[in-house]
């Protein structure tokens, strides 16, 4: 089982509840991924976010530039939203990350994304949300499976390539997941192509995923795919402290904070703390305790999913940066260990 993190960037707050830079949010999810490699984490992940509170609008530039500094971590997003971007430059980004990386530690997760700002930004029409992730998914997964560089590709969202040359070639083919917040047909069309899947699971308990995992592992067999590309990794919200006291009273102001914020542009109700606490304890769907519980819901889990990894997202709404790096000082160093053993007893 393979832990890590995960994160959009988190803007910090100032006393009066201001934001204070993105800059400074970037340069603390840097420090954050250095500090998980050396740590003993498994993975990182950067998402694609356009907002002022969640500003990691470029993954592949953050995963380069973090792939320079780390020996051993995998590095990937976490999602990158293809549909809105132009697969070809995605490829080239994360094709670089891979060299500098050394070969073997970069992935990429392509998704649609939950949040739309990206259509406005980049001129696009909700409209085209299907047929642009169908086609930029299958450019992307043609220029990987490339075998000369050289590729030749058309469809109906951006002009026809011709022959023509898409580089630097990773090391080897990049791993591609499908990321999914727990669609069928998504499940479905992951394991049609022989592609690993990603479920972000942000609400609700985690285990009801299990059958879209089931759904998506027939979907291969029917296909025709097997190995080690058909697997399940799972994301979700979480934040380890010494204590679960600690854990709540560090997550539970982010948390707040953040949905409010998604609560004005998506007309959810005010948030609510008993709904954050039935969340946080099992079966909900936030890993946020001591050690021992959040290892056990992990191992849980696994019992219903069978995923190979599990990576959360810790800094939201302002989370103090001191918070989140013992919190995956505490994943890498308390909670994998246990991990380990639980699984090892099965």
Same mark, same amino acid.
């Given at each position: 089982?393979?832990?890590?993190?995960?994160?959009?960037? %988190?803007?910090?707050?100032?006393?009066?509840? &201001?934001?204070?830079?993105?800059?400074? *949010? $970037?340069?603390?999810?840097?420090?954050?991924?250095?500090?998980?490699?050396?740590?003993?984490? %498994?993975?990182?992940?950067?998402?694609?976010?356009?907002?002022?509170?969640?500003?990691?609008?470029?993954?592949?530039?953050?995963?380069?530039?973090? +792939?320079?500094?780390?020996?051993? $971590?995998?590095?990937?997003?976490?999602?990158?939203?293809?549909?809105?971007?132009?697969?070809?430059? !995605?490829? @080239? @980004?994360?094709?670089?990350? %891979?060299?500098i990386?050394?070969?073997?530690?970069?992935?990429i997760?392509?998704g649609?994304?939950?949040? !739309?700002?990206?259509?406005?930004?980049?001129?696009?029409?909700?409209?085209?949300?299907?047929?642009?992730? #169908?086609?930029?998914?299958?450019?992307?997964?043609?220029?990987?499976? &490339?075998?000369?560089?050289?590729?030749?590709?058309?469809?109906?969202?951006?002009?026809?390539?011709?022959?023509? +040359?898409?580089?630097?070639?990773?090391?080897?083919?990049?791993? $591609?997941?499908?990321?999914?917040?727990?669609? +069928?047909?998504?499940?479905?069309?992951?394991?049609?192509?022989?592609?690993?899947?990603?479920?972000g699971?942000?609400?609700?308990?985690?285990a009801?995923? *299990?059958?879209?995992?089931?759904?998506?592992?027939?979907?291969? #067999?029917?296909?025709?795919? +097997?190995?080690?590309?058909?697997?399940?990794?799972?994301?979700?919200?979480?934040?380890? *402290?010494?204590?679960?006291?600690?854990?709540?009273?560090?997550?539970?102001?982010?948390?707040?904070?953040?949905?409010?914020?998604?609560?004005?542009?998506?007309?959810?109700?005010?948030?609510?703390?008993?709904?954050?606490?039935?969340?946080?304890d099992?079966?909900?769907?936030?890993?946020?305790?001591?050690?021992?519980?959040?290892?056990?819901?992990?191992?849980?889990?696994?019992?219903?999913?069978?995923?190979?990894?599990h990576?959360?997202?810790?800094?939201?709404?302002?989370?103090?940066?001191?918070?989140?790096?013992?919190?995956?000082?505490?994943?890498?160093?308390?909670?994998?260990?246990?991990?380990?053993?639980?699984?090892?007893?099965?």
């Amino acid at each position: 089982m393979e832990l890590g993190a995960y994160s959009f960037g %988190d803007t910090q707050r100032n006393a009066d509840g &201001s934001l204070r830079s993105t800059a400074e *949010a $970037i340069s603390n999810l840097f420090e954050a991924i250095v500090l998980a490699d050396r740590a003993g984490l %498994d993975y990182f992940g950067v998402g694609e976010h356009h907002t002022l509170e969640m500003p990691a609008s470029s993954p592949g530039t953050v995963i380069a530039a973090a +792939a320079a500094a780390t020996k051993q $971590i995998k590095l990937g997003s976490g999602a990158s939203i293809i549909s809105t971007d132009d697969p070809v430059r !995605v490829f @080239q @980004q994360f094709a670089t990350a %891979d060299a500098i990386s050394g070969g073997g530690r970069v992935e990429i997760t392509a998704g649609r994304g939950s949040s !739309v700002e990206t259509f406005p930004l980049f001129g696009y029409d909700l409209k085209d949300y299907d047929v642009l992730y #169908a086609e930029k998914l299958d450019l992307l997964l043609a220029l990987n499976n &490339s075998g000369t560089g050289n590729i030749t590709w058309s469809g109906t969202v951006r002009p026809e390539l011709n022959s023509l +040359a898409v580089v630097p070639r990773p090391v080897n083919a990049l791993p $591609i997941w499908l990321a999914t917040g727990g669609s +069928a047909p998504s499940s479905v069309r992951a394991g049609q192509l022989g592609l690993p899947v990603s479920y972000g699971i942000i609400g609700g308990a985690p285990a009801r995923f *299990a059958p879209l995992a089931d759904l998506y592992r027939r979907s291969a #067999a029917q296909a025709g795919h +097997a190995g080690e590309n058909i697997k399940v990794s799972v994301a979700a919200l979480g934040l380890i *402290a010494p204590t679960k006291k600690e854990a709540l009273e560090r997550f539970y102001p982010g948390w707040y904070r953040l949905n409010v914020e998604m609560g004005k542009l998506r007309g959810w109700p005010a948030p609510d703390r008993r709904q954050f606490l039935a969340q946080a304890d099992a079966p909900g769907a936030y890993y946020v305790g001591d050690p021992d519980e959040v290892a056990e819901r992990i191992v849980d889990l696994h019992g219903h999913m069978g995923h190979m990894r599990h990576f959360l997202q810790m800094d939201i709404g302002g989370l103090p940066q001191e918070h989140l790096l013992e919190s995956l000082t505490l994943l890498a160093s308390e909670v994998k260990p246990r991990v380990q053993r639980l699984l090892a007893k099965q």
